[in-house]
């Protein structure tokens, strides 16, 4: 769920990065009044934010499905197996 709030925000700022362009610009009479900066700015930080929260979401952080057995480790030998959360 949170990786596809990423990828709306990512999209959206992709978008205002096209309107910022005076050829699109012009499909959008509302954004004529803003200036050309900010919808930049705007956009790209939209598109950051988006990134960052896909490749965080994307990540393995270590966590183990409910059921799934998980070794249990003395040094390098594997002495048993606990059941995840």
Known sequence: M?????YLLAGIGLVGLAV????LR???PVIK?????????AS????????VIIVMMGKDRG???SG???PIYKGKKVVGYRVGE
């Open 2 to 6: 949170k990786k596809l709030i990423g």
């Open 20 to 23: 910022s362009f005076e050829k």
């Open 26 to 28: 012009v499909l959008v």
């Open 33 to 41: 009044e803003v200036p050309k900066n900010y919808i930049l700015i």
């Open 44 to 51: 790209l930080v939209l598109v950051v934010l988006g990134v």
């Open 63 to 65: 966590k183990h499905k």
């Open 68 to 70: 799934e057995e998980i």
